[in-house]
């Protein structure tokens, strides 16, 4: 699976089923968690976290690269902290119904990119 392919995927399946924070101007806006999960079921890995003034943001590392999809939700620069997480806290910050939404609709248009 291409990083890029998928990245193209998350962000045309991003919505307001897959996050309560998104917005037309904003897509990424409150998608860190529930894309942190799909991409460790996509591409294995580790979960990693960040302390930022709005909370806790979740992204990953892949073959000891940091892979941030949700970056561009935010208006300044990530410094990143770089805190081992796990499943179960990225998950704290979604729900079942989120995270069923956004795997299903990225492996959609992944299908749809290959054909």
Not at 36 to 62: A, C, M, Q
Not at 91 to 97: A, C, I, S
């Amino acid at each position: 699976m291409n990083i890029n392919q998928l990245g193209e995927a998350l962000e045309r399946s991003w919505s307001l089923k897959t996050s309560s924070k998104w917005t037309a101007d904003n897509p990424a806006k409150g998608q860190c968690g529930v894309t942190s999960l799909v991409v460790n079921d996509l591409l294995g890995g580790e979960i990693y976290k960040t302390l930022l003034p709005e909370g806790w943001h979740f992204y990953n590392r892949i073959d000891r690269i940091r892979q941030d999809f949700t970056a561009s939700q935010f208006n300044e620069t990530i410094q990143y902290g770089d805190v081992l997480s796990n499943r179960d806290e990225a998950f704290q910050d979604t729900n079942l119904n989120q995270y069923t939404e956004l795997k299903r609709t990225v492996l959609q248009h992944m299908e749809e990119s290959n054909q």
